[in-house]
């Protein structure tokens, strides 16, 4: 009888552990981008009362005999499908058709990934995140005798070096005054555009059309693997595989100026979740409260 008290604790818990990831869900429901999770269940150990047996000429096989222990949380999974867009009209808010994560550094020495591209610019002029974190892009080198742009087309060129594997992408001005090594100035920028495959264009002193580099995207082998650090940030896993990062709309998704990606959680799914699990812990809770009035009459027999 005290097996049921510890079956139904484990299930008052796993269920409260579902709770929480339903009331974050809804909690993130107008949240760029987010990406919902789910709750698995999973049963533990069952003790065996008896083993099953073989048949034999006289008599038939017989099943084994095992009461179960309980339940536990076999994973907290991520729902990395697409959420729907929502237009903006502001140029510097990015959604991404398809996979690929922004790459972003957060000052910390090591890149982070996100897909909330409510972008803007510092008081530089450098295209960061709403926390002010550096996006990450590929400067554009362009020959100044033949105009010809090069170091971000799809097919010479990557993000990362082959050779030695480091990245060759870095934080990207897009407006203000552009100075060299030496901090003397050389140009300004200003009226710049990003197109679907993250080419940054802008026009200059001159009133030329200069392009600036290319945005990077990064995809992952298991992108639900992707461990969230807040901030609408993901970091790598042991099992989330490297982060490959390439040009936007070369291997990863394309951008789309002027929308942003909604959140992916559905309202209808989550509140019909919550009334399942409701009703399971208000089910365990019963279980604990029939036991112990089975107790009670246990000990009665002693008064009787």
């Given at each position: 009888?005290?097996?049921?008290?510890?079956?139904?604790?484990?299930?008052?818990?796993?269920?409260?552990?579902a709770?929480?990831?339903?009331?974050?869900?809804?909690?993130?429901?107008?949240?760029?981008?987010?990406?919902?999770?789910?709750?698995?269940?999973?049963?533990?150990?069952?003790?065996?009362?008896?083993?099953?047996?073989?048949?034999t000429?006289?008599?038939?096989?017989?099943?084994?005999?095992?009461v179960?222990?309980?339940?536990?949380?076999?994973?907290?999974?991520?729902?990395?499908?697409?959420?729907?867009?929502?237009?903006?009209?502001?140029?510097?808010?990015?959604?991404?058709?398809?996979?690929?994560?922004?790459?972003?550094?957060?000052?910390?020495?090591?890149?982070?990934?996100?897909?909330?591209?409510?972008?803007?610019?510092?008081?530089?002029g450098?295209?960061?995140?709403?926390?002010?974190?550096?996006?990450?892009?590929?400067?554009?080198?362009?020959?100044?005798?033949?105009?010809?742009?090069?170091?971000?087309?799809?097919?010479?060129?990557?993000?990362?070096?082959?050779?030695?594997?480091?990245?060759?992408?870095?934080?990207?001005?897009?407006?203000?005054?552009?100075?060299?090594?030496?901090?003397?100035?050389?140009?300004?920028?200003?009226d710049?555009?990003?197109?679907?495959?993250?080419?940054?264009?802008?026009?200059?002193?001159?009133?030329?059309?200069?392009?600036?580099?290319?945005?990077?995207?990064?995809?992952?082998?298991?992108?639900?693997?992707?461990?969230?650090?807040?901030?609408?940030?993901?970091?790598?896993?042991?099992?989330?595989?490297?982060?490959?990062?390439?040009?936007?709309?070369?291997?990863?998704?394309?951008?789309?100026?002027?929308?942003?990606?909604?959140?992916?959680?559905?309202?209808?799914?989550?509140?019909?979740?919550?009334?399942?699990?409701?009703?399971?812990?208000?089910?365990?809770?019963?279980?604990?409260?029939?036991?112990?009035?089975?107790l009670?009459?246990?000990?009665?027999?002693?008064?009787?």
């Amino acid at each position: 009888m005290m097996r049921s008290l510890f079956s139904a604790v484990s299930g008052l818990k796993s269920n409260q552990t579902a709770m929480d990831t339903i009331g974050n869900n809804i909690a993130n429901v107008n949240t760029t981008a987010y990406k919902s999770s789910r709750t698995v269940f999973q049963d533990i150990f069952s003790q065996t009362i008896s083993t099953a047996t073989t048949p034999t000429t006289t008599t038939g096989g017989k099943n084994a005999k095992q009461v179960g222990l309980g339940t536990s949380i076999a994973a907290i999974g991520l729902n990395m499908t697409e959420g729907s867009t929502q237009s903006t009209s502001n140029p510097l808010d990015f959604s991404i058709s398809g996979e690929g994560f922004f790459v972003v550094d957060d000052g910390s020495g090591s890149y982070v990934y996100t897909r909330n591209g409510a972008l803007t610019l510092d008081a530089d002029g450098y295209l960061v995140t709403a926390s002010g974190d550096y996006v990450m892009a590929v400067a554009a080198t362009t020959d100044a005798t033949t105009g010809t742009v090069t170091g971000i087309t799809n097919v010479t060129d990557t993000a990362v070096d082959s050779t030695t594997g480091l990245a060759k992408y870095s934080k990207v001005q897009l407006s203000g005054a552009i100075t060299d090594s030496t901090g003397a100035v050389t140009d300004h920028y200003a009226d710049y555009a990003v197109d679907s495959n993250g080419v940054i264009t802008a026009v200059n002193d001159a009133g030329s059309t200069v392009t600036i580099g290319r945005i990077v995207l990064a995809t992952f082998n298991n992108s639900a693997g992707l461990e969230k650090d807040g901030s609408s940030y993901y970091s790598v896993s042991p099992n989330s595989g490297s982060a490959n990062v390439n040009f936007a709309g070369y291997t990863c998704g394309t951008l789309n100026s002027g929308s942003l990606e909604m959140s992916n959680v559905d309202l209808s799914t989550e509140l019909t979740n919550m009334i399942i699990t409701e009703r399971g812990f208000q089910a365990n809770s019963r279980v604990i409260t029939t036991t112990d009035t089975m107790l009670e009459e246990l000990i009665n027999l002693k008064r009787s």
